[in-house]
């Protein structure tokens, strides 16, 4: 069974993905983390990465990579978007996600086009999304709450450019895959969002 968690940044749909993977007993790729170490790598190189050649350059990051902490930064997220635009990347990154939706038992993969573009089979597609304010509202908790500062305006700036980004590039960009169900979190906790990722996964296979 593969099941494909798609959505825009900070809507939940990477605890979404984690929950339903450890409720169905299934491994999980957080596949923005693939993009995130290709961002980080090309800036280490001192690399460009609005420019595809430098941004493939980032593609043959060592597995190591994954597991830096610094990935998960701001500065990251948005290095990623920036060379997930390039259609070079993309191809590069392909068979190791393909890989590990088809492998025997099943998987959860998160992205941004698991659904049309990874596992267009996939038996469950669930599109994870909740309104701007919502997004930037709980990004603004999250970095407060781990001690960093944080400013809601540039957060609500951060997140408007980088759906931007993600929605109008040309290859692969986020929308509803056919046959997703979507979950908007707006207002819902996040057992609540769980809960109906679940059901919606129950009802799909
Ligand atoms: O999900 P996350 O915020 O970690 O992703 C970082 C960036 O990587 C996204 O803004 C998006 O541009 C890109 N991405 C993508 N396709 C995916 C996953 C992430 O283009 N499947």
Not at 168 to 191: F, H, Q, S, Y
């Amino acid at each position: 069974m593969i099941i494909a968690v798609d959505g825009p940044t900070a809507s939940g749909k990477g605890t979404v993905a984690r929950a339903v993977a450890a409720h169905f007993g299934l491994p999980h790729l957080d596949t923005g983390l693939l993009y995130r170490a290709v961002g980080y790598t090309v800036a280490r190189m001192g690399g460009d990465p609005d420019d595809p050649a430098s941004a493939l350059a980032g593609t043959g990051f060592p597995d190591a990579t994954l597991a830096d902490p610094e990935l998960r930064s701001e500065d990251v997220g948005g290095l990623a978007s920036r060379v997930s635009r390039h259609p070079q990347v993309r191809a590069a990154l392909f068979e190791r996600q393909r890989a590990f939706a088809t492998q025997p038992g099943g998987a959860v993969l998160d992205g941004r086009d698991i659904g049309t573009v990874i596992a267009p089979e996939a038996e469950a597609k669930l599109f994870v999304t909740a309104s701007l304010a919502a997004r930037a509202e709980r990004r603004f908790r999250e970095m407060r709450d781990s001690g960093r500062q944080a400013d809601l305006r540039d957060i609500l700036d951060d997140l408007t450019a980088r759906d931007e980004r993600d929605q109008n590039r040309a290859d692969a960009p986020l929308k509803v895959a056919e046959g997703a169900c979507v979950l908007d979190t707006t207002g819902m906790t996040i057992e609540q969002a769980i809960a109906e990722a679940v059901a919606a996964v129950n009802a799909a296979t």
